[in-house]
C-alpha cells in the first residue's frame, strides 16, 4: 500500500520511508532541515553566507581531526577549556 511522502510528495511503499538516511560516503546532496540555531552558526561561520560557513565547518574539522580530535572526545577539553571535566577532587 502506497502513500505519500510528507517531505517531498511522492509516491512510496511505507516499507521505504526511513527516518534519516544511511551514513554513506558518496552522498553528494544533503537535504536536512535546520534550526534557526544551526543556521545561524553556519551563517557566522560564513560571514553571512551558510553555503561558505558549510565549508568552513567542514575546514574546521578538518584541521581538528588532523590534531587528534575525535568525535566522542569531549571538544571544551580537547582545547583545554573545559570546566565540566578538569575540576576533579
Same mark, same amino acid.
Request: proline share 1%.
Given at each position: ?21 544511511? @551514513? ?16 545561524? &552558526? +553556519?551563517? /557566522? @561561520? ?16 578538518? &584541521? +581538528?581531526? /588532523? ?23
Amino acid at each position: 500500500m502506497g502513500g505519500y511522502n510528507g517531505y517531498n510528495g511522492y509516491k512510496v511503499n511505507r516499507k521505504e520511508i526511513m527516518i534519516g538516511r544511511r @551514513a554513506c560516503t558518496s552522498t553528494r546532496h544533503f537535504r536536512r532541515f535546520l534550526t534557526d540555531g544551526d543556521a545561524a &552558526i +553556519l551563517a /557566522a @561561520a560564513g560571514d553571512g553566507d551558510m553555503s561558505a560557513g558549510f565549508h568552513n565547518v567542514l575546514d574546521s574539522y578538518q &584541521i +581538528l581531526h /588532523a590534531l587528534g580530535y575525535r568525535p566522542d572526545d569531549c571538544l571544551c577539553c580537547f582545547i583545554g577549556k573545559c570546566e565540566k571535566h578538569n575540576n576533579v577532587d
